[in-house]
């Protein structure tokens, strides 16, 4: 395919060129084994090629009109409009994504472009009384410099537009390293989307490359100031701990374990639909998903039964049919990773309501139930479409139950008094929860992240100033200090 052909390059100071090591990142289309790309890893001397070009071309951007750097955001906003159709089929090829993904995916990314766009103007400078007679203090904002943005491979795009638009647009530079499964959408295409909007070179880099060729030099080098890094709380940990010893700030966006809670007094087919959504949007391969569906034992049965039935209906297989509603998972190690753990977890003694099969990525859904309460498998992030039913008696246990995890992303809640509701949210150890909603949902201006290990930092709206800016003093002495000698 030519689009992918056409961007499996390395962008380094405004250049597309192949990378330097001796191997190729394959890029496959995970449904039916097309080769998509063949990409030249970066080596580490390319990724201190990127920053440095970065540090380069930062001052000169920072110091730049914000209504300048607004008007780069408002163009690449117009060619994400223009190119919509081509930038869905690429999500549907490269990463599995079915039709209705892809299009949840791009209508969140111009959402989050649209705020950079404002973001740009966002930061605002104080000034701060002093005891000193004749002082004035001045608290300006000011870009952090340079940001390492790391990102995943199941929503490439938005999570990689993400943070690159918001630095941008608040005045720094930015070297982006995708996953190795979604370089082009998580990579280079946004390379080529601000480039044709008129980013100056060096601004964006995007290195293509992989742990195995560079180690953490992407981490230890001494230009970035902030790593922002979305992905697994294994590898979070790793960056958290690079980054405080080289005293980077690190932004995490890691795993979660999110539970859906459905008191006796819910709508239950409404909290069929939510629970549904929210476990087997783009195959379970979400951060947020729904890995526990805690229901009041009172309503078990009845929830149960439809729950597994429209499970049932979902249709698996090809991502390119708009009626496909669940595709492969991303690679053949995670297809087979789901189908031993969904064996392990019966053999344990839990029972499968339905018992998904793998056939290559493909994995249709599983439900089970009767989990022991030590069961391993409450207690990780299941990236996969596997659904854990889970009872309980009465609120305090659900809350229990909700709370007795490593993990604290997301989460919801349904019943028919809201209050009640937003009291059980309130109990829940986590850093986003929803009432009579699903659990997967971002917007551009709220607080976004986790508690415990599902990450450090918010992103969007102001949390982005505090991410990508950092503070700095300057004090004018308009009389004269009396100094002690």
């Not at 995916?105 to 004749?134: C, Y």
């Not at 496909?324 to 087979?336: D, F, M, R, V």
């Given at each position: 395919?030519?689009?992918?052909?056409?961007?499996?390059?390395?962008?380094?100071?405004?250049?597309?060129?192949?990378?330097?090591?001796?191997?190729?990142?394959?890029?496959?289309?995970?449904?039916?084994?097309?080769?998509?790309?063949?990409?030249?890893?970066?080596?580490?001397?390319?990724?201190?090629?990127?920053?440095?070009?970065?540090?380069?071309?930062?001052?000169?951007?920072?110091?730049?009109?914000?209504?300048?750097?607004?008007?780069?955001?408002?163009?690449?906003?117009?060619?994400?409009?223009?190119?919509?159709?081509?930038?869905?089929?690429?999500?549907?090829?490269?990463?599995?994504?079915?039709?209705?993904?892809?299009?949840?995916?791009?209508?969140?990314?111009?959402?989050?472009?649209?705020?950079?766009?404002?973001?740009?103007?966002?930061?605002?400078?104080?000034?701060?009384?002093?005891?000193?007679?004749?002082?004035?203090?001045?608290?300006?904002?000011?870009?952090?410099?340079?940001?390492?943005?790391?990102?995943?491979?199941?929503?490439?795009?938005?999570?990689?537009?993400?943070?690159?638009?918001?630095?941008?647009?608040?005045?720094?530079?930015?070297?982006?390293?995708?996953?190795?499964?979604?370089?082009?959408?998580?990579?280079?295409?946004?390379?080529?989307?601000?480039?044709?909007?008129?980013?100056?070179?060096?601004?964006?880099?995007?290195?293509?490359?992989?742990?195995?060729?560079?180690?953490?030099?992407?981490?230890?080098?001494?230009?970035?100031?902030?790593?922002?890094?979305?992905?697994?709380?294994?590898?979070?940990?790793?960056?958290?701990?690079?980054?405080?010893?080289?005293?980077?700030?690190?932004?995490?966006?890691l795993g979660g374990n999110s539970a859906l809670i459905v008191l006796d007094?819910?709508?239950?087919?409404?909290?069929?639909?939510?629970?549904?959504?929210?476990?087997?949007?783009?195959?379970?391969?979400?951060?947020?998903?729904?890995?526990?569906?805690?229901?009041?034992?009172?309503?078990?049965?009845?929830?149960?039964?439809?729950?597994?039935?429209?499970?049932?209906?979902?249709?698996?297989?090809?991502?390119?049919?708009?009626?496909?509603?669940?595709?492969?998972?991303?690679?053949?190690?995670?297809?087979?990773?789901?189908?031993?753990?969904?064996?392990?977890?019966?053999?344990?003694?839990?029972?499968?309501?339905?018992?998904?099969?793998?056939?290559?990525?493909?994995?249709?859904?599983?439900?089970?139930?009767?989990?022991?309460?030590?069961?391993?498998?409450?207690?990780?992030?299941?990236?996969?479409?596997?659904?854990?039913?889970?009872?309980?008696?009465?609120?305090?246990?659900?809350?229990?139950?909700?709370?007795?995890?490593?993990?604290?992303?997301?989460?919801?809640?349904?019943t028919a008094n809201i209050e009640r509701g937003v009291r059980v949210g309130?109990?829940?150890?986590?850093?986003?929860?929803?009432?009579?909603?699903?659990?997967?949902?971002?917007?551009?201006?709220?607080?976004?992240?986790?508690?415990?290990?599902?990450?450090?930092?918010?992103?969007?709206?102001?949390?982005?100033?505090?991410?990508?800016?950092?503070?700095?003093?300057?004090?004018?002495?308009?009389?004269?200090?009396?100094?002690?000698?």
């Open positions: 395919m030519s689009f992918f052909t056409d961007l499996a390059h390395q962008y380094i100071d405004g250049e597309w060129r192949p990378g330097k090591g001796s191997w190729d990142i394959i890029d496959f289309n995970p449904f039916d084994g097309e080769k998509l790309a063949s990409i030249p890893v970066a080596t580490a001397e390319e990724v201190d090629q990127a920053y440095r070009a970065a540090e380069r071309a930062q001052q000169a951007w920072a110091d730049t009109n914000p209504y300048a750097r607004r008007t780069v955001l408002e163009k690449a906003l117009r060619i994400v409009e223009e190119r919509e159709p081509e930038i869905a089929e690429a999500i549907v090829a490269e990463l599995g994504g079915t039709r209705l993904k892809a299009g949840f995916e791009l209508h969140l990314a111009k959402e989050f472009l649209r705020e950079a766009i404002q973001l740009a103007l966002r930061p605002a400078g104080q000034i701060l009384p002093s005891p000193t007679e004749g002082k004035e203090n001045r608290v300006y904002r000011v870009p952090v410099g340079v940001v390492g943005v790391i990102s995943p491979f199941n929503f490439p795009f938005l999570l990689s537009l993400k943070s690159v638009a918001p630095a941008l647009a608040l005045g720094n530079a930015v070297v982006l390293k995708p996953h190795q499964n979604t370089p082009i959408c998580g990579g280079t295409l946004l390379a080529k989307v601000f480039e044709d909007a008129g980013l100056p070179a060096g601004l964006l880099n995007v290195v293509v490359t992989d742990i195995a060729e560079i180690g953490d030099t992407l981490l230890e080098h001494p230009v970035p100031q902030v790593i922002s890094f979305t992905g697994s709380d294994k590898v979070g940990r790793h960056v958290a701990t690079v980054c405080a010893a080289n005293l980077k700030r690190a932004v995490l966006e007094d819910a709508d239950v087919d409404y909290a069929v639909d939510a629970a549904v959504f929210s476990r087997y949007v783009h195959q379970g391969q979400v951060c947020m998903a729904a890995n526990r569906i805690l229901i009041d034992r009172s309503i078990e049965a009845e929830f149960t039964e439809k729950f597994v039935a429209k499970v049932a209906s979902l249709t698996v297989g090809d991502p390119a049919d708009p009626a496909t509603q669940i595709g492969p998972l991303i690679n053949s190690s995670q297809a087979e990773s789901i189908s031993r753990l969904v064996d392990e977890t019966v053999e344990s003694g839990a029972t499968a309501l339905l018992h998904g099969r793998a056939d290559g990525n493909l994995v249709s859904p599983s439900v089970l139930t009767g989990l022991p309460a030590d069961s391993p498998v409450l207690q990780q992030e299941i990236f996969g479409p596997v659904a854990l039913l889970v009872p309980f008696d009465g609120e305090d246990e659900a809350v229990r139950i909700a709370n007795d995890t490593p993990y604290g992303l997301s989460g919801a809640v349904h309130q109990r829940i150890h986590t850093g986003m929860i929803h009432i009579n909603d699903g659990t997967v949902h971002d917007e551009p201006i709220v607080p976004f992240g986790g508690e415990k290990s599902s990450g450090l930092g918010r992103l969007n709206g102001e949390s982005m100033v505090e991410a990508f800016t950092t503070q700095k003093w300057i004090s004018v002495q308009h009389g004269r200090s009396q100094f002690p000698f």
